[in-house]
């Protein structure tokens, strides 16, 4: 039986504690949140599982195997570091770290204590990037040309990171995980109007061979939207999460070149072929992460959302920060 002490119980919280007791070979052994609001509300909907206002309580308590660390950026590091050196499994929400300084540390902290940290990145898990995983290892869509997203909404607004930090590490764990490549450099341009922090951005990430990925982050857009294309070489690919059923589309369109004797009688040739829509599997991503992480300290396996692969978000998060700054100026990675 593996035992989870969870800390934080406020937006995402409650949604780990609920998955992590309905896994086989688990058991929430507590939760801590500072406020008396939210331990009141865990105690309501969870009455047999001691709750706690400080998070040392579970830290040092030799009944917990692993802590989930569901709070803001600015204390992952503190909690995490906690965690492993009182000799736990760490599971953190995203973004891992609030810098690379801290993710190194913590990955190299776990490695001399032989325990395994997983980031949470959810969207990983979802039937839609496992879909678009496979379609992309058979080569459906053949040569990557782009990745486009936008993931605007109206709020939420966080006090403590931008809206970079806040929604682009979905997209950039995606992008991370579907492509071969890491990028090179990433530009972003964005305007705080509310309360100091960037509310909006546009970030663009430029990887090897001409691939280009693109990240549109907005919290003050009137409508929400999810929205993914995925253009290669063959076909083309819309992902839009709001979707109940058909969320991936794939488009047989595309366009052929072809040159005769020199680029000033290049051929320019249409394709617009069927479009269908694969079935994607319908389920809750987060358990099925939350079952993995289990899986991987039960074999001793590491996961591949581990602190490397946050580390990796981390370091594209703070490059474009500096654009941001300079006003879309170049960063490498």
Known sequence: MLRFGVIGYGYWGPNIVRNLRALEGCQVVGVCDQSAACRKRMQGSHPGIPVYSDYKEL?????????AVITPVWTHYELAKAALENGKHVFVEKPFTSNSAQGEALINLAEQKKLQIMVDHTFLFTGAVRKIQKLLAEGTLGKLY???????????FQHDCNVVWDL???DLSIMNHLLHEDAEAISATGQSHLNGHEDIAFITAYYPDKMIAHVNVNWISPVKVRTTLIGGEKKMLVWNDLEADEKLKIYDKGVDVKSQEGV???LVSYRSGDMWAPQVEQVEALRLELQYFVDCIKKN???FN????????????????KSLAKRG?????
């Open 168 to 170: 682009a590490p979905h």
């Open 329 to 333: 100026e170049l960063v490498y990675v």
């Open 301 to 303: 396996e590491k996961p």
């Open 264 to 266: 000033y009688n290049l």
């Open 146 to 156: 782009y990745y486009d997203s936008t993931r605007v909404n109206l709020g939420l």
């Open 306 to 321: 581990n602190g490397c692969a946050g580390l990796k978000v981390v370091r594209m998060l703070e490059a474009a920060n």
């Open 59 to 67: 830290m040092t308590s030799p009944d917990v195997d692993a802590i």
